[in-house]
């Protein structure tokens, strides 16, 4: 199978008693698209495989950690406080060909 996909590397804080922060990283989100495929065979006498044809996207899909949402409380111990800030600091992105638990990037 083939799959679009994108990871999203980020750094979040939480903020509690207006002078205490506590940074969490990295927080990894995985966001993409099944890419929809066929076989291709060569025409003749025997029916020889000639490739894949990509033939639009298919069913969305999301895995990795939750991205904490701006205003949202979070915990640092028994202190209660905010996110205050999520910053993104890495990215990769590609068409991958997928093989069971295996993946490799094609482009």
Same mark, same amino acid.
């Given at each position: %199978?083939f799959?679009?996909? *994108?990871?999203?590397t980020?750094t979040?804080? /939480?903020?509690? !008693?207006?002078?205490?922060?506590? *940074?969490?990283?990295? *927080?990894?989100?995985?966001?993409?698209? #099944?890419?929809?495929s066929g076989?291709?065979?060569?025409?003749?006498?025997?029916?020889?495989?000639?490739?894949? %044809?990509?033939?639009?996207?298919?069913?969305?899909f999301? $895995?990795?950690d939750?991205?904490?949402?701006?205003g #949202?409380? /979070? !915990? !640092?111990? !028994? #202190?209660? =406080?905010?996110?205050?800030?999520? +910053?993104?600091? =890495? $990215?990769?992105?590609?068409?991958?060909a997928?093989?069971?638990?295996?993946q +490799?990037?094609i482009?």
């Open positions: %199978s799959s679009y996909q *994108i990871t999203n980020y979040a804080t /939480c903020t509690w !008693k207006a002078t205490h922060e506590r *940074i969490r990283y990295p *927080i990894v989100h995985t966001s993409g698209l #099944a890419v929809n076989l291709v065979f060569l025409s003749g006498g025997h029916r020889l495989f000639g490739g894949y %044809s990509l033939s639009g996207f298919g069913a969305p999301e $895995s990795g939750t991205l904490p949402t701006l #949202a409380s /979070c !915990k !640092k111990g !028994k #202190a209660g =406080g905010v996110w205050t800030d999520l +910053t993104q600091v =890495g $990215s990769a992105a590609g068409l991958y997928n093989y069971g638990t295996s +490799t990037l482009y």
